[in-house]
Nanobody, 121 residues
Framework: QVQLVESGGGLVQPGGSLRLSCTAS????????MGWFRQTPGSDRELVATITQGHATTYADAAKDRFTITRDNGKRTIYLQINSLKPEDSAVYYC???????????????WGMGNQVTVSS
């Protein structure tokens, strides 16, 4: 199994910055992709950004300007730096790890418990 533990959420004022962290442990395959998703009440979980073990990144259009995803493979940890926070960034942010044990097998997704980010004055 794989465990993902997130940290760094909380209450932030508009215009502020925040860094989320997610550390993976357990039965992790060397080649994997990790990422951040977010969800607000009544809405589907949506992609924010992903990063491969080779540090290739993808961002949702809404995240390209103010969000930065990074990764420390040695620590099995990813980070999401969010700058110039807006109230609409308020959501539960989930860490994700996607991997497969063999090229002939399907990918499996693992999720963290979620971390609330609230942007409010």
């Amino acid at each position: 199994q794989v465990q993902l533990v997130e940290s760094g959420g909380g209450l932030v004022q508009p215009g502020g910055s925040l860094r989320l962290s997610c550390t993976a442990s357990g039965n992790i395959v060397q080649v994997n992709t990790m990422g951040w998703f977010r969800q607000t009440p009544g809405s589907d979980r949506e992609l924010v950004a992903t990063i491969t073990q080779g540090h290739a990144t993808t961002y949702a259009d809404a995240a390209k300007d103010r969000f930065t995803i990074t990764r420390d493979n040695g620590k099995r940890t990813i980070y999401l730096q969010i700058n110039s926070l807006k109230p609409e960034d308020s959501a539960v942010y989930y860490c994700n790890l996607r991997q497969r044990r063999h090229v002939l097998m399907k990918y499996v997704d693992y999720w963290g418990m979620g971390n609330q980010v609230t942007v409010s004055s």
